[in-house]
């Protein structure tokens, strides 16, 4: 059975425990965090901090599905920049939201961080591929002994210029080439590549450990023009049993107003295909 979860920086001056408590209320199972609502820097959080995050969740039935918007803060971070003191400050800092991730209950990271991954200016393609590669092999061992698994989104040209293709993502995970890295989809962004998505599923399946839902216009599922029941037809089809984690950038018609509106309808597709009472 697929899980339903929400992200939660649409949530603007929310705190977290609130946010549990309203996702709890209209049925989400899952939180997704964007750690840089919690901090500038997640290793300015306390032990006792992190395990009140989690308590909290727990207290309210929500798993803490994971982290993403992972770059956004602190300044100065990339995962290719030639400058190798900047790669090994991003490294450091992956490594700290591995801890963090951790920490408070979450087994899924969501790579997406379009500004820390683009092109820089001079810097061919190879290179950047090559130091890409290096960058999140040099973090593995810590995703393993975390029990904590980073999953590469391709995300679409409007955001960065750099891994825009499910098929480009995937072959960044065979190339890290560790159980510890994997591959999310985000419909958004699937919509941009011109395929249906149905079949960028299937290609994505051996990989595929987590998916956002949203819809080319920015909002939630069912605020747009996007059906999703060829998606949760796919999604079942290939037996995936993680979450459907609501992601939008419009947030004008307001946290709560997304938030139920996406609810209500991928509750009403999935009970479609018998994967909801």
Same mark, same amino acid.
């Given at each position: 059975?697929?899980?339903?979860?929400?992200?939660?920086?649409?949530?603007?001056?929310?705190?977290?425990?609130?946010?549990?408590?309203?996702?709890?209320?209209?049925?989400?199972?899952?939180?997704?965090?964007?750690?840089?609502?919690?901090?500038?820097?997640?290793?300015?959080?306390?032990?006792?901090?992190?395990?009140?995050?989690?308590?909290?969740?727990?207290?309210?039935?929500?798993?803490?599905?994971?982290?993403?918007?992972?770059?956004?803060?602190?300044?100065?971070?990339?995962?290719?920049?030639?400058?190798?003191?900047?790669?090994?400050?991003?490294?450091?800092?992956?490594?700290?939201?591995?801890?963090?991730?951790?920490?408070?209950?979450?087994?899924?990271?969501?790579?997406?961080?379009?500004?820390?991954?683009?092109?820089?200016?001079?810097?061919?393609?190879?290179?950047?591929?090559?130091?890409?590669?290096?960058?999140?092999?040099?973090?593995?061992?810590?995703?393993?002994?975390? /029990?904590?698994?980073?999953?590469?989104? =391709? %995300? !679409?040209?409007?955001?960065? +210029?750099?891994?825009? #293709? $499910?098929?480009?993502?995937?072959?960044?995970?065979?190339?890290?080439?560790?159980?510890?890295?994997?591959?999310?989809?985000?419909?958004?962004?699937?919509?941009?590549?011109?395929?249906?998505?149905?079949?960028?599923?299937?290609?994505?399946?051996?990989?595929?450990?987590?998916?956002?839902?949203?819809?080319?216009?920015?909002?939630?599922?069912?605020?747009?023009?996007? /059906?999703?029941?060829?998606?949760?037809? =796919? %999604? !079942?089809?290939?037996?995936? +049993?993680?979450?459907? #984690? $609501?992601?939008?950038?419009?947030?004008?018609?307001?946290?709560?107003?997304?938030?139920?509106?996406?609810?209500?309808?991928?509750?009403?597709?999935?009970?479609?295909?018998?994967?909801?009472?």
């Amino acid at each position: 059975m697929m899980k339903l979860a929400i992200c939660n920086e649409m949530f603007v001056g929310w705190d977290i425990e609130r946010v549990f408590e309203f996702a709890a209320s209209i049925g989400y199972e899952g939180v997704e965090i964007a750690p840089f609502t919690l901090a500038d820097d997640v290793r300015e959080l306390s032990k006792a901090r992190r395990n009140q995050i989690r308590s909290s969740a727990n207290s309210f039935g929500i798993e803490v599905v994971g982290l993403h918007w992972l770059l956004v803060k602190p300044e100065g971070l990339h995962i290719h920049s030639p400058d190798e003191s900047v790669r090994k400050r991003t490294e450091d800092y992956l490594k700290a939201l591995i801890h963090f991730c951790a920490d408070i209950g979450g087994r899924i990271m969501v790579f997406g961080s379009p500004k820390q991954r683009r092109l820089i200016e001079g810097e061919s393609y190879t290179d950047a591929w090559e130091r890409t590669v290096r960058t999140f092999s040099n973090v593995m061992s810590e995703a393993e002994r975390c /029990d904590v698994t980073i999953c590469i989104e =391709a %995300l !679409s040209p409007n955001e960065t +210029d750099f891994i825009n #293709s $499910v098929q480009e993502a995937i072959k960044l995970v065979e190339s890290v080439s560790h159980p510890n890295f994997q591959l999310m989809v985000d419909v958004k962004a699937m919509l941009s590549e011109g395929r249906p998505i149905e079949q960028l599923i299937f290609e994505a399946a051996p990989y595929l450990k987590h998916v956002h839902v949203n819809d080319a216009n920015m909002l939630g599922p069912g605020m747009g023009e996007t /059906d999703y029941r060829p998606i949760v037809k =796919a %999604l !079942s089809e290939i037996g995936y +049993d993680g979450f459907l #984690s $609501v992601e939008v950038f419009d947030f004008s018609p307001g946290a709560e107003n997304i938030a139920r509106q996406s609810i209500a309808y991928l509750q009403e597709v999935l009970s479609e295909y018998g994967l909801r009472s």
